[in-house]
C-alpha cells in the first residue's frame, strides 16, 4: 500500500465530496477488507463514518472524516494502515472568519504553524480580509512523531 493522503473537497477523479476524505492506495481486496475491519471499530475514536468504498478505476480506498479537526486521529490511521511516511494533507478554503493563517490551520487541522513561519500570518492576514481563497499543503514529513504539533505550508492564493 502506499501513504495515505488526506484530502478536502475533491477525491481524485474530480468529484466534489462534503467531507474531507482520507484515501489510501489499495493494491488488493485484503488491504481494503483490513482497512474496512480497522475503521470499522473506532468510528466515535477516530471521527470516522465507519464506511468505505473502492474508486475501482484508480484503486483507491476512500474514507470519509466526520471530525476533520482531529489530525492526531488521522496519524493514527495512517500507522495502522502500515505507512506512517511522510503523507500530505491538502485544505482548500476560505481563510475568511480567522484572524491568521496560523488560526486557520490550527483550527483546520489542530496543527499549529512551524516557529519560522509565523511571519507568514501577517503577509495573508491582508489576503483574509479580502476573504481570499488558499490552496495550502502541508508536508507532515517527521511531524508524525506524537510531540510534534507543527506544520510546514505551501500556501497558494486562489483565483477569485
Not at 8 to 35: H, K, Q, R
Not at 64 to 75: K, T
Not at 120 to 129: D, G, K, P, S, V
Amino acid at each position: 500500500m502506499h501513504a495515505g493522503r488526506i484530502k478536502a473537497g475533491y477525491v481524485s477523479n474530480g468529484v466534489p465530496i462534503a467531507t474531507p476524505t482520507l484515501i489510501f492506495s489499495a493494491n488488493d481486496e485484503a488491504v481494503v477488507t483490513t482497512l474496512s475491519e480497522e475503521f470499522g471499530g473506532c468510528v466515535d475514536r477516530c471521527g470516522l463514518t465507519g464506511e468505505h468504498r473502492v474508486i475501482t478505476d484508480t484503486s483507491e480506498v476512500v474514507l470519509q472524516l466526520e471530525n476533520p479537526d482531529s489530525v492526531e486521529a488521522r496519524m493514527i490511521i495512517l500507522q495502522r494502515a502500515g505507512r506512517p511516511h511522510k503523507p500530505d494533507i491538502s485544505i482548500r478554503g476560505r481563510i475568511d472568519g480567522f484572524e491568521s493563517l496560523g488560526v486557520f490551520l490550527y483550527k483546520t487541522t489542530g496543527w499549529s504553524l512551524v516557529p519560522e513561519m509565523q511571519n507568514i500570518q501577517e503577509e495573508l492576514a491582508t489576503l483574509r480580509a479580502k476573504g481570499a481563497q488558499l490552496s495550502i499543503r502541508l508536508s507532515l514529513g517527521e511531524v508524525l512523531l506524537p510531540t510534534a504539533k507543527y506544520l510546514r505550508p505551501f500556501v497558494e492564493v486562489l483565483p477569485q
